[in-house]
C-alpha cells in the first residue's frame, strides 16, 4: 500500500455491491460472488477482492446479466439516486437486457405458466374424493 492510497479508496467488492443496492444485503452479496456470477475485468472475483475506478463487473441477478463500470468507490450505502452515481452501465448491457427482457415477454416459458407445482398429499386426496362423488345422474344409468 502506497501512502497517497487511503482506506477510503479500498473497499471490498462484496460491500461496493450492496452500497450500490445491486443486492439487498452484504451477505447476499458475498453468496453470490461465493456462486461465481460476479466477475471483476473477465476474472471470477471472489469476495474480499478490492474495487477500483474503472473497473468492469459483470454480474447476474437471475435472468438479467450486466456489465457495469466503477465510476466511484464507496463503501456506504445511500439512497437509490446515490447508489446509481457509483457505476454506469454499458450501452451493450443495457442493449442485451431489453432484448432479453422482450424475448421472455414474447416467449414465454411453458413451465411458468403453473401456479404450483405438484399436488401436495392433501390436494391429491381432495382430487380422488372430487372423482370419486362427482358422478352424475346420468353415468348411473
Do not use: C
Not at 29 to 57: C, L, P, T, Y
Not at 93 to 100: F, G, N, P
Not at 101 to 122: C, H, I, Y
Amino acid at each position: 500500500m502506497n501512502s497517497t492510497t487511503t482506506t477510503a479508496d479500498r473497499v471490498r467488492l462484496d460491500k461496493w455491491l450492496w452500497a450500490a443496492r445491486f443486492f439487498k444485503t452484504r451477505s447476499l452479496s458475498a453468496e453470490e460472488i461465493a456462486k461465481g456470477r460476479v466477475s471483476v475485468n473477465g476474472q471470477v472475483a471472489k469476495a474480499s477482492r478490492e474495487v477500483r475506478m474503472a473497473d468492469r463487473i459483470g454480474l447476474r441477478q437471475g435472468h438479467v446479466s450486466r456489465t457495469i463500470v466503477v465510476l466511484v468507490v464507496s463503501g456506504q450505502r445511500g439512497g437509490a439516486e446515490a447508489a446509481q452515481t457509483l457505476y454506469d452501465e454499458t450501452a451493450e448491457s443495457v442493449a442485451l437486457r431489453t432484448q432479453q427482457a422482450l424475448e421472455r415477454r414474447v416467449n414465454a416459458d411453458p413451465a411458468l405458466s403453473f401456479e404450483q407445482g405438484r399436488p401436495t398429499k392433501r390436494n391429491r386426496r381432495e382430487l380422488a374424493d372430487w372423482n370419486r362423488w362427482s358422478a352424475s345422474v346420468d353415468e348411473v344409468k
